[in-house]
């Protein structure tokens, strides 16, 4: 399990993976001629040069000769460029030093000295990704763009923000944490902690999830770097002063700290020069060793508390771990090969681990920790599980402990070997739209702590290693009596429910407070009232922002890609073909409608998804089953959901989908493995059926926190629109609480799920309306048809039925609901009603909704308020228009509730407050998602899954370029003039004052 990045929240970020098309080629290096070793290009030195074929690249290691900064580019004929700068960050407290610089950094700089340009520069680019993030101990700014204007304008962005950035102490105390009055400007509110950091991480530790495993990850290494909390913890935070703020990025944010990467095929010397221009101002420096990481001296058991987790079983709430250090993380080859036994341990039902802690159901499911961490300098393994009882601590660790000792004797199954390594090398084929990103982030830990980048990318050659060394006696044996049995350095962690937590932590921030406060004289207080005035007016003043590089609409292509694909029906069924290079893979998407199933089984879906492939069949065990599918497939998925019709918010459909992919000399097996899940699951498979349902509970309670913004807006939005009605049913807190009390009460009945699963397979399995999709090579045509027909026959598919159209009847309800659950922060929406996908209001809707997050909702929620994040998301293909917050805190929800209010009178005099600059930057930001990278899989999809045709886009395309800012504002005016809907996430404590002062009548929702 990697560690716990802590990301700057951007509306970029939150559309990073959404589809993008691929714009033209621009001039690359024809070979590397110039780039050999010893060559040295603008003040670089090649060092290495290196041909990585499995990825079809070129990996060139230069250094630069007066700094040390080190660099690597990645050549590749990819027009996704990516720039990535990293340091080096380890701390020696918990103040969140790194975090916040991280924060403040993209504050304003030298050369661009405007209030947030890293905000301000996300509406004048296309960057199809754009973020910073702090790890445990590195921070690092990524960003890619397809455009070369683009990339040059946002790296020097970049560079300056890191190695030049003003760091203003009113800007920390916005983004850190500040002493001021609840209401800035009265001084008889009371003084109290605000600041973007400190209530992002009080929110990061009311996940549990988030808090078992930074607690965890403090005690197993009890000295240096690891003993903190990088991101910082709330009683630290307010600790931090602004001129530790910026000795720390004197420090650390140094070119002979840094180290930088790009992707793609922009030409090298152009980084090359914009690089060595900024950093060769800088003197070399010599940086301090780190606190050396100490390990645990013997074996150690630390008992911790947390909140109640209301979603959960009480009687079973406990949580644990037994965690070993592991090899040093700079040997790539070790650490590949502890990733792969780790694996060959815990994953899938043939594995030790799953068979003994999973299937056992002793817990719900795996704990947070469990799996490998690679992000510290030192790795560590974990094993544990969740949702146990207090009691069966000391059984868990024996039976972790036991299956250790019973597979050092007996070893591994050589298929289960193969079947491991066969998902390896499938996931070097696939063709990933954000292949060059996901490297650049993922070699950065490596990277700071020594490791080789270029290695890291031979992926080929490890495995062969790993095939060498498992001919020798064995192998993966010795490594498990080396890393866990005779491993001292092991860690029991336990952590149980403590009903006074939430109110300790409330007070212990009280006891903080007030001893802060008793401390400050009348000049003190004086002086943090004026603070707190003249951040607000920085925050309401306007700031030329003239200064900052931008695109024009101009650069936008007029056309939008297009991913032909063909309609060759298999019978009466409709299959869409999409023949294009897949280096060898295929993918393949069946689709049902389930519209009609009977009411009483909706709530079920989602679980019947989850169990197919979790269960035996009748022709094989699940540990069997398991294999097949990890040897010939990259997985089998199923999924439930809902869509609303392009054409009309009054029509919806309920899908099913089964999906897959394989190598194409597994494309027989594969349909084989489809048709064997979808039609002959062993739904008496009673014990398993139970862990699913424990499973499946688990991971949807874990989701809420992570996510809290998006489960609002379904909650605002179920009563808006049919779709949004289903949506929130399959997906939103509505299934949370359903699954929650089916693990609770329903594993003592489990014969009734288990009729309700056969009732869905039945359903699902009659004639009702399908479709297929094949992706694949033009090669592997044949292949698929032969063996689609089998399938389509198995479930026996149908064509479409003249019902399908039909409008369903739905009539809106708009309420306010506060729904409590064990959170510190709030998390809010506010939902309108909207139009369909092809409705000529569509564009100009979803171009306010950029407006309104990026002129006013922004500042409002998220510089005053506090919260992490927050803005206004129009859903196109739902046909909603959703204001929310993230990461709330309780003293800043009646400030958001009036920011929604303001908003909308905003709004609504929109073409007098902006100008044709602001319109150009929203459309902009806008075709940032619409014109997102696409994976191979996703192909003509949009057609298949939404019914949305390329002639669609385009028309809609083609109606944002025109949208003026006058028609915004009409827009607005009779849109945001209707009713709408209200949800917050929220501490019950918090939601009973809440409702109880609020002048409009709100329902207070408990999950218990």
Same mark, same amino acid.
């Given at each position: 399990m990697t560690g716990q990045l802590l990301f700057r929240q951007t509306t970029a970020s939150l559309r990073a993976l959404l589809p993008r098309q691929r714009a033209a080629r621009f001039g690359t290096l024809s070979n590397t001629s110039g780039l050999q070793p010893g060559n040295v290009i603008h003040g670089f030195k090649v060092h290495k040069v290196q041909d990585v074929p499995e990825f079809d690249l070129t990996a060139i290691q230069l250094k630069h000769q007066k700094t040390g900064a080190d660099y690597m580019h990645v050549l590749k004929d990819d027009a996704n460029n990516v720039f990535n700068v990293g340091f080096h960050t380890p701390v020696t407290d918990s103040t969140g030093v790194p975090h916040i610089l991280e924060h403040v950094t993209l504050c304003g700089s030298k050369a661009y000295p405007v209030r947030d340009p890293f905000f301000k520069m996300l509406n004048r680019s296309m960057a199809t990704f754009m973020n910073a993030m702090t790890g445990s101990d590195y921070t690092m700014y990524p960003f890619s763009t397809q455009n070369p204007v683009d990339f040059k304008n946002l790296m020097d962005v970049y560079m300056d923000s890191t190695f030049q950035p003003m760091l203003r102490e009113l800007d920390f105390k916005q983004e850190g944490w500040r002493l001021e009055h609840e209401v800035h400007n009265d001084r008889e509110t009371p003084l109290i902690f605000k600041g973007v950091v400190y209530n992002e991480m009080k929110g990061a530790l009311s996940d549990l999830s988030s808090l078992f495993y930074i607690r965890s990850q403090q005690h197993l290494y009890p000295g240096g770097t690891y003993s903190h909390v990088s991101g910082g913890d709330p009683e630290s935070i307010t600790n931090l002063t602004h001129q530790q703020l910026l000795a720390f990025h004197a420090h650390h944010y140094h070119p002979s700290n840094a180290r930088f990467y790009t992707y793609g095929n922009f030409p090298i010397e152009e980084h090359l020069k914009a690089i060595n221009e900024r950093i060769s101002k800088f003197s070399p420096i010599e940086l301090k060793p780190e606190t050396a990481t100490e390990l645990l001296p013997g074996p150690k058991t630390v008992r911790v508390t947390c909140p109640p987790d209301s979603l959960g079983d009480p009687e079973k709430q406990t949580k644990m771990s037994v965690s070993f250090i592991a090899n040093q993380q700079v040997d790539i080859f070790e650490t590949f090969a502890v990733g792969i036994l780790?694996?060959?341990?815990? +994953?899938?039902?043939?594995?030790?681990? =799953?068979?003994?802690?999973?299937?056992t159901n002793i817990g719900s499911d795996y704990a947070a920790t469990t799996g490998y961490n690679q992000e510290a300098k030192i790795t560590n393994v974990s094993f544990g599980l969740q949702g146990i009882r207090s009691e069966d601590v000391k059984k868990v660790e024996d039976i972790i402990m036991r299956v250790l000792q019973e597979t050092a004797q007996t070893g591994f199954d050589p298929k289960r070997v193969e079947s491991v390594?066969?998902?390896?090398?499938?996931?070097?084929?696939?063709?990933?739209?954000?292949?060059?990103?996901?490297? &650049?982030?993922?070699? $950065?830990?490596?990277?700071?702590? &020594? &490791?080789?980048?270029?290695?890291?990318?031979?992926?080929?050659?490890?495995?062969? %290693?790993?095939?060498?060394?498992?001919?020798?006696?064995?192998? #993966?044996?010795?490594?498990? /009596?080396?890393?866990?049995?005779?491993?001292?350095?092991?860690?029991? #962690?336990? $952590?149980? @429910? +403590?009903?006074? =937590?939430?109110?300790?932590?409330?007070?212990?921030?009280?006891?903080?407070?007030?001893?802060?406060?008793?401390?400050?004289?009348?000049?003190?207080?004086?002086?943090?009232? /004026?603070?707190?005035?003249?951040?607000?007016?920085?925050?309401?003043?306007?700031t030329d922002v003239s200064c900052l590089p931008t695109l024009t609409i101009a650069d936008i292509p007029a056309k939008g890609l297009s991913y032909p694909t063909e309609d060759l029906p298999q019978g009466s069924v409709p299959v869409q073909w999409r023949k294009t290079a897949t280096n060898g893979v295929s993918y393949v998407t069946l689709d049902k409608r389930i519209d009609n199933i009977p009411s009483h089984l909706k709530l079920y879906l989602p679980l019947y998804a989850s169990a197919l492939g979790s269960l035996s069949t009748e022709n094989h065990t699940l540990p069997v089953l398991d294999e097949a599918i990890r040897m010939h497939t990259g997985g089998i998925s199923a999924d439930v959901s809902s869509t609303a019709s392009p054409t009309s918010l009054s029509s919806a459909t309920a899908n099913f989908t089964l999906s897959s992919n394989c190598l194409d000399k597994n494309i027989s097996s594969m349909y084989h493995l489809l048709g064997e899940i979808a039609s002959k699951t062993s739904w008496k498979d009673m014990e398993r059926l139970r862990t699913v349902v424990l499973t499946a509970a688990s991971d949807a309670s874990q989701g809420v926190v992570q996510n809290g913004h998006r489960y609002a807006m379904k909650a605002a939005a179920a009563g808006v629109t049919q779709s949004m009605s289903l949506t929130e049913t399959l997906s939103g807190l509505t299934q949370v609480g359903f699954l929650g009390k089916l693990a609770r009460n329903g594993v003592d009945k489990i014969e009734e799920v288990s009729e309700k699963m056969e009732e869905i397979a039945s359903f699902v399995s009659s004639g009702v309306s399908s479709k297929a999709a094949v992706?694949? +090579?033009?090669?592997?045509? /044949?292949?698929?048809?032969?063996?689609?027909?089998?399938?389509?026959?198995?479930?026996?598919?149908?064509? @479409?039925?003249?019902?399908?159209?039909?409008?369903?009847?739905?009539?809106p309800s708009?309420?306010?609901?506060? #729904?409590?659950?064990?959170?510190?922060?709030?998390?809010?929406?506010?939902?309108?009603? &909207?139009? @369909?996908?092809?409705?000529? +209001?569509?564009?100009?809707?979803?171009?306010?909704?950029?407006? $309104?997050?990026n002129h006013f909702l922004h500042r409002e929620i998220r510089e005053k308020g506090g919260a992490y994040g927050g803005g206004a998301s129009y859903s196109p293909l739902e046909g909603t228009l959703s204001l929310w917050s993230y990461r709330d805190p309780p003293s800043g929800l009646a400030n958001t509730m009036g920011a929604y209010d303001r908003s909308i009178e905003w709004a609504s005099g929109i073409a007098k407050e902006l100008g044709q600059r602001e319109l150009d930057e929203a459309k902009l930001s806008v075709f940032q998602g619409i014109d997102a990278p696409k994976n191979?899989? %996703?192909?003509?999809?949009?057609?298949?899954?939404?019914?949305?045709?390329?002639?669609?886009?385009?028309?809609?395309?083609?109606?944002? #370029?025109?949208?003026?800012? @006058?028609?915004?504002?009409?827009?607005?005016?009779? =849109?945001?003039?209707?009713?709408?809907a209200f949800a917050v996430l929220g501490g019950k404590s918090d939601g009973e004052q809440f409702v109880g002062q609020a002048a409009e009548s709100w329902k207070l929702v408990g999950f218990e």
């Amino acid at each position: 399990m990697t560690g716990q990045l802590l990301f700057r929240q951007t509306t970029a970020s939150l559309r990073a993976l959404l589809p993008r098309q691929r714009a033209a080629r621009f001039g690359t290096l024809s070979n590397t001629s110039g780039l050999q070793p010893g060559n040295v290009i603008h003040g670089f030195k090649v060092h290495k040069v290196q041909d990585v074929p499995e990825f079809d690249l070129t990996a060139i290691q230069l250094k630069h000769q007066k700094t040390g900064a080190d660099y690597m580019h990645v050549l590749k004929d990819d027009a996704n460029n990516v720039f990535n700068v990293g340091f080096h960050t380890p701390v020696t407290d918990s103040t969140g030093v790194p975090h916040i610089l991280e924060h403040v950094t993209l504050c304003g700089s030298k050369a661009y000295p405007v209030r947030d340009p890293f905000f301000k520069m996300l509406n004048r680019s296309m960057a199809t990704f754009m973020n910073a993030m702090t790890g445990s101990d590195y921070t690092m700014y990524p960003f890619s763009t397809q455009n070369p204007v683009d990339f040059k304008n946002l790296m020097d962005v970049y560079m300056d923000s890191t190695f030049q950035p003003m760091l203003r102490e009113l800007d920390f105390k916005q983004e850190g944490w500040r002493l001021e009055h609840e209401v800035h400007n009265d001084r008889e509110t009371p003084l109290i902690f605000k600041g973007v950091v400190y209530n992002e991480m009080k929110g990061a530790l009311s996940d549990l999830s988030s808090l078992f495993y930074i607690r965890s990850q403090q005690h197993l290494y009890p000295g240096g770097t690891y003993s903190h909390v990088s991101g910082g913890d709330p009683e630290s935070i307010t600790n931090l002063t602004h001129q530790q703020l910026l000795a720390f990025h004197a420090h650390h944010y140094h070119p002979s700290n840094a180290r930088f990467y790009t992707y793609g095929n922009f030409p090298i010397e152009e980084h090359l020069k914009a690089i060595n221009e900024r950093i060769s101002k800088f003197s070399p420096i010599e940086l301090k060793p780190e606190t050396a990481t100490e390990l645990l001296p013997g074996p150690k058991t630390v008992r911790v508390t947390c909140p109640p987790d209301s979603l959960g079983d009480p009687e079973k709430q406990t949580k644990m771990s037994v965690s070993f250090i592991a090899n040093q993380q700079v040997d790539i080859f070790e650490t590949f090969a502890v990733g792969i036994l780790t694996s060959l341990l815990l +994953d899938g039902a043939a594995a030790p681990m =799953y068979k003994a802690l999973i299937e056992t159901n002793i817990g719900s499911d795996y704990a947070a920790t469990t799996g490998y961490n690679q992000e510290a300098k030192i790795t560590n393994v974990s094993f544990g599980l969740q949702g146990i009882r207090s009691e069966d601590v000391k059984k868990v660790e024996d039976i972790i402990m036991r299956v250790l000792q019973e597979t050092a004797q007996t070893g591994f199954d050589p298929k289960r070997v193969e079947s491991v390594l066969h998902q390896t090398e499938l996931s070097l084929k696939h063709r990933n739209a954000n292949f060059g990103m996901m490297v &650049g982030q993922q070699v $950065m830990s490596n990277w700071v702590h &020594g &490791g080789d980048p270029l290695e890291f990318l031979e992926v080929s050659k490890r495995i062969e %290693q790993l095939r060498s060394a498992m001919t020798k006696p064995r192998y #993966f044996e010795t490594m498990i /009596e080396k890393y866990f049995l005779n491993n001292k350095s092991r860690l029991v #962690f336990v $952590m149980e @429910p +403590d009903e006074s =937590y939430n109110s300790n932590l409330i007070a212990n921030e009280k006891s903080r407070l007030a001893e802060k406060v008793q401390s400050l004289t009348e000049s003190d207080k004086q002086r943090i009232y /004026e603070e707190g005035v003249k951040l607000a007016e920085s925050q309401e003043m306007k700031t030329d922002v003239s200064c900052l590089p931008t695109l024009t609409i101009a650069d936008i292509p007029a056309k939008g890609l297009s991913y032909p694909t063909e309609d060759l029906p298999q019978g009466s069924v409709p299959v869409q073909w999409r023949k294009t290079a897949t280096n060898g893979v295929s993918y393949v998407t069946l689709d049902k409608r389930i519209d009609n199933i009977p009411s009483h089984l909706k709530l079920y879906l989602p679980l019947y998804a989850s169990a197919l492939g979790s269960l035996s069949t009748e022709n094989h065990t699940l540990p069997v089953l398991d294999e097949a599918i990890r040897m010939h497939t990259g997985g089998i998925s199923a999924d439930v959901s809902s869509t609303a019709s392009p054409t009309s918010l009054s029509s919806a459909t309920a899908n099913f989908t089964l999906s897959s992919n394989c190598l194409d000399k597994n494309i027989s097996s594969m349909y084989h493995l489809l048709g064997e899940i979808a039609s002959k699951t062993s739904w008496k498979d009673m014990e398993r059926l139970r862990t699913v349902v424990l499973t499946a509970a688990s991971d949807a309670s874990q989701g809420v926190v992570q996510n809290g913004h998006r489960y609002a807006m379904k909650a605002a939005a179920a009563g808006v629109t049919q779709s949004m009605s289903l949506t929130e049913t399959l997906s939103g807190l509505t299934q949370v609480g359903f699954l929650g009390k089916l693990a609770r009460n329903g594993v003592d009945k489990i014969e009734e799920v288990s009729e309700k699963m056969e009732e869905i397979a039945s359903f699902v399995s009659s004639g009702v309306s399908s479709k297929a999709a094949v992706i694949s +090579d033009v090669s592997s045509q /044949e292949a698929h048809k032969r063996n689609l027909d089998g399938l389509l026959k198995t479930l026996a598919c149908q064509g @479409p039925a003249e019902a399908d159209s039909k409008d369903q009847i739905f009539t809106p309800s708009f309420g306010r609901t506060f #729904f409590a659950l064990p959170l510190s922060v709030n998390f809010t929406a506010r939902t309108f009603l &909207g139009v @369909p996908y092809t409705h000529p +209001d569509a564009p100009a809707l979803q171009l306010l909704s950029s407006l $309104m997050t990026n002129h006013f909702l922004h500042r409002e929620i998220r510089e005053k308020g506090g919260a992490y994040g927050g803005g206004a998301s129009y859903s196109p293909l739902e046909g909603t228009l959703s204001l929310w917050s993230y990461r709330d805190p309780p003293s800043g929800l009646a400030n958001t509730m009036g920011a929604y209010d303001r908003s909308i009178e905003w709004a609504s005099g929109i073409a007098k407050e902006l100008g044709q600059r602001e319109l150009d930057e929203a459309k902009l930001s806008v075709f940032q998602g619409i014109d997102a990278p696409k994976n191979a899989s %996703q192909e003509g999809m949009t057609r298949f899954r939404l019914g949305v045709t390329e002639e669609m886009q385009q028309e809609r395309r083609e109606r944002l #370029f025109a949208v003026t800012l @006058p028609e915004i504002a009409d827009v607005a005016n009779r =849109y945001l003039s209707s009713q709408s809907a209200f949800a917050v996430l929220g501490g019950k404590s918090d939601g009973e004052q809440f409702v109880g002062q609020a002048a409009e009548s709100w329902k207070l929702v408990g999950f218990e």
